[in-house]
């Protein structure tokens, strides 16, 4: 029996030590750190995790005289003891992120009125990875990266005007375009996402992982366009970048820039006020003007500004980064979310007072693995609660203009 609990203790124990080195990425990540370092510390976890349970079971348990599977914790020495302790400690924390996953709010204003399942393997006819250096990884079981996820959902902020009742916008963020995938996978999510017709094209950020693929955003993003305008901000990994090259060429293909800035959109029956905020990683965040009530819509590349901006009156924020949690585990929820508060806002619709924000999963990354969060392009329709007019007619007639000021 002692062999037993010992056995459980030992899963135990490496799930704590796990739940630590997540929670030193998650948080790393979502700050703004030098690139070199993080992704030392991406690599100590990596081997931390793996070596672990190794180094367990060949110090302790397996070899003489196997205290940790005998039960005979006695002749465990005190680093053993202090590492087991720190531990335990992550699991406690595991313990408590699993128990705040499920009992998560969702607002009911948040409706997904259709979704489609694409495989794009099928859709290709041949495989959609390249050969970058972790292109190893789309071969993991259950891999789901290459299904994408094509959905409309609708979201009613208290405060949007009837006016702008049915205001569509295509949400797009993190492609990382990288020789890791096939230029081809890019392309036909871009196909995919012009069937899309909307009122207005957002990304918000992760544009670039590697600055060879900028031709590719002709054939891609290019395609892109919408009567209110294509908006864009950058984030984290284009900022390891010369991100003003991809300023310059997404501008060069019509695409408006919005970061650290706020600009009136012409709507026709109602403007709206649209910001861009790519910090901590650069520029500096928009300033909304005070004593005005035209709706506010943010672009945030991550989701840690949703407090602020729900403070600030904004109606709608419009975010990325997370990936979905990169992996999201049975029981336990999303696993990896770099963010500073964790895997709070992994994906999907999220409510603080008169604020609804979305969380895009995003379409790639430098790790070509997703498990139960598969990639996603979306059309979202703003509703205001009680509808009074609708936009419809208006999209049936004369083209929007949009004024930036």
Known sequence: MNAVWSCLAFVLICAGHAELWVTAVNRSHGLAWPQRVLKRLRRVHDVAIVGFPVVILAGFGFAAPGEFLSGRWA???????????????????????????????????????????????????????????LAWLAAAPGNQQFELDISEKTLEPPRWPAALNGLSILHLSDWHLCPTYRREFYELAAQRAAHLRTDLVAFTGDLFDDPDCLDWLTSTLGRLAAPLGAWFILGNHDSWHDHARFRQALESLGWRDVAGRTVVVDAGPHPLLLAGDETPWMGVQPQWPAADDRPRVLLSHTPDHFPRAAREGVDVVLAGHNHGGQVQLPVIGPVYAPSRYGCRYPAGVFSSGACRMHVSRGLAGRHPLRIGCRPEITRLTIRCPSPSSSLASARNSAHREVRAS
Do not use: Y
């Open 75 to 133: 002749g465990l020495s005190p680093l053993a003891l202090t590492t087991f302790g720190a531990s335990a400690l992550g699991l406690i924390g595991l313990t408590a992120s699993t128990a705040v996953w499920w009992t998560r709010t969702r607002p009911c204003q948040n409706r997904t009125d259709r979704n489609e399942v694409l495989d794009v393997r099928k859709a290709l006819g041949c495989s959609p990875i390249g050969d970058g250096a």
